[in-house]
């Protein structure tokens, strides 16, 4: 039976949409019925899995002095830079849907997306950096919610299109920073905000770095597998915008179908992408992508292991189930 994240983790999804809601609702700076207050209110209620708050309150579960309204506000915030970050990409990929619905760059305009997706930064910057302030109880990673990374990790991609010689290292590099390293620092800083050991707390890194890499590749071959009606694309639509993906740098090891693969461009009649992907679909590729994020997500249950004196390893298990596709 489906067993969904929120539920095992115990955690009301209403309390945590209440508490991103509330960064904005009472931001004394900005009317509430501004504009910038109804497009965040709209795009929060869009939908979404809260996957990376989640990941904040299991961290504090880790920690022997929890203090609730700032772990609950250290959630919202990583909501915000998600959010924030998905909206800048859909201007970058010149996407017109997020989940289901008009993406904002679409309804405001590119100006009027990036001054909400501007916004929503600055103000997570500016709560973690009064909370890091704080540290006569707690001494916090400021590194806290890794948008740097997120910027790093968006620029390889970009600067990389169609870059058939994408090594293996630089795949993973650009999965780390992209997608690893919000999760990872989501569950680090929760940890923090509860008085965690720092060893706990890196460990606790460590683990949701590796499952935002597995996450992150299973993503990437579920853009071959599944289909067009489920994705709301093509498939095989990342590499039509020339992205080298795990499974290309794998279908690129094999001789017979490499060439073909080198001679897509951003010119390449549709047609024959078509059967680049089709081959690609065929090839052993997507299966030694599965292999390597079960990998990862094997080093991540040894990290569970060695947190099992925590009652909240079983948490980092709900988690690792829900990411290893078991539940989902
Ligand atoms: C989704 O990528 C995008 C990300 C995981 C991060 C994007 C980061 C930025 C645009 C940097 C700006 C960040 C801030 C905080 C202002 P995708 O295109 O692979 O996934 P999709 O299919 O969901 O669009
Ligand atoms: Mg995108």
Not at 29 to 58: A, F, H, Q, T
Not at 59 to 87: C, Q, V
Not at 188 to 204: H, M, N, P, T, Y
Request: with cysteine; charged share 25%; glycine share 6%.
């Amino acid at each position: 039976m489906k067993i969904k994240l929120d539920d095992a983790l115990g955690i009301s999804l209403r309390s945590v949409d209440r508490e991103i809601e509330n960064m904005v609702k009472y931001d004394k700076d900005v009317p509430r019925s501004s504009e910038l207050v109804k497009s965040i209110l709209d795009l929060v209620r869009s939908g979404g899995k809260r996957v990376r708050p989640l990941m904040v309150i299991v961290g504090s579960r880790f920690g022997p002095s929890p203090d609730e309204r700032k772990t609950w506000r250290l959630a919202a915030a990583a909501e915000f830079i998600h959010a924030a970050s998905l909206i800048h990409d859909d201007i970058i990929d010149d996407s017109p849907v997020r989940r289901g619905q008009k993406a904002l760059h679409i309804k405001l305009g590119v100006n009027g997306a990036l001054h909400v997706g501007n916004y929503m930064s600055a103000r997570v910057i500016e709560l973690i950096s009064a909370y890091s302030a704080d540290r006569e109880r707690y001494v916090y990673d400021l590194s806290s919610l890794a948008t740097t990374q997120l910027c790093l990790g968006e620029y390889q991609q970009l600067s990389h299109l169609f870059d058939y010689e994408v090594t293996l290292e630089g795949y993973l590099e650009k999965s780390k920073n992209k997608t690893a390293q919000l999760m990872a620092t989501c569950l680090k800083i929760g940890a923090q905000s509860a008085g965690a050991d720092e060893s706990v707390a890196d460990l606790l890194y460590s683990f949701g770095e590796k499952l935002g890499i597995a996450f992150q590749i299973r993503d990437d071959i579920l853009d071959f597998t599944q289909s067009a009606e489920k994705l709301g694309k093509p498939a095989g639509s990342d590499l039509r915008k020339g992205q080298v993906t795990l499974p290309v740098l794998y279908a690129l090891r094999n001789e017979r179908l490499a060439p073909s693969i080198r001679a897509i461009t951003a010119d390449t009649p549709p047609a024959i992408t078509d059967e680049v992907i089709a081959a690609i679909q065929q090839s052993g590729a997507l299966k030694e992508s599965e292999n390597l994020s079960a990998r990862y997500l094997d080093e991540a249950q040894d990290i569970i292991s060695r947190l099992s004196r925590y009652p909240a390893h079983r948490d980092l298990q709900a988690l690792l189930n829900y990411f290893g596709g078991r539940d989902n």
